[in-house]
């Protein structure tokens, strides 16, 4: 199985910072990476698929960049909303596999 | 508007089978071409992905199950079901139905659409 692994487990941030999470792939994915968003109590949601695109509806402020092992999530200027933990996940191979989360929390 | 609705006892005893049914609403399993899959998350921790069924019937699960794991469509219901046998405690989770895009849509591979979840708790 392909491990995900992401960093930090937690941030804290203000409204109006840039904020970055990291997802590192035991092994190669290409760009076979997505970010999902999930606020308590809630699904989570698709943000980001194939490591940088945009899924439709998603704030712009949210990008993806990565391939092969290392990838991030940028947040541009951090929201309210925004506030929530993200997942990781590679659709390289079955077993699908997701990062154990990373939680960003109001400073 | 796509809508998924995972349906199910929210109790179960230990070393019996859990069952769910997603009810998928807004589009047809058996014409659109996308895969349908289970994801369940642990009280306080992450995801992990069960199974994932494509509309023709083909399917996927996870090894870490041990072949515990069924999974189903049924088209004239437009529903996927999850059999999961032998349980434990440690199946505790908020089960997740969940559309995945396959190879004729830009999100392959991603889970695009999400039900809301069900929780199931294995107790005796």
């Known amino acids: 199985d392909i491990q995900m692994t992401q960093s930090p487990s937690s941030v804290s941030a203000s409204v109006g910072d840039r904020v970055t999470i990291t997802c590192r792939a035991s092994?190669?994915?290409?760009?076979?990476l997505g970010w999902y968003q999930q606020k308590p109590g809630e699904a989570p949601k698709l943000l980001i698929y194939?490591?940088?695109s945009l899924q439709s509806g998603v704030p712009s402020r949210f990008s993806g960049s990565g391939s092969g092992t290392d990838f991030t999530l940028t947040i541009s200027s951090l929201q309210p909303e925004d506030f929530a933990t993200y997942y990781c996940q590679q659709a390289n191979s079955f077993p699908y596999t997701f990062g154990q989360g990373t939680k960003v929390e109001i400073k | 508007q796509l809508q998924l609705q995972e349906s199910g006892p929210g109790l179960v005893k230990p070393s019996e089978t859990l069952s769910l049914t997603c009810t998928v609403s807004?589009?047809?399993?058996?014409?659109?071409?996308?895969?349908w899959g289970w994801i369940r998350q642990p009280p306080g921790k992450g995801l992990e992905w069960i199974a994932s069924i494509y509309y023709s019937g083909s399917t996927y699960d996870n090894p870490s199950l041990k072949s515990r794991v069924t999974i189903s469509v049924d088209t004239s219901k437009n529903q996927v079901s999850l059999k999961l046998s032998s349980v434990t405690a440690a199946d505790t989770a908020v089960y997740y139905c969940?559309?995945?895009?396959?190879?004729?849509?830009?999100?392959?591979?991603?889970?695009?659409?999400w039900g809301q979840g069900t929780r199931v708790t294995i107790s005796s």
């Open positions: 969940a559309r995945l895009g396959s190879s004729f849509y830009d999100t392959s591979g991603f889970f695009d659409y």
């Open positions: 194939s490591a940088s």
């Open positions: 807004g589009d047809s399993i058996s014409s659109s071409k996308y895969y």
């Open positions: 092994q190669g994915i290409s760009s076979w």
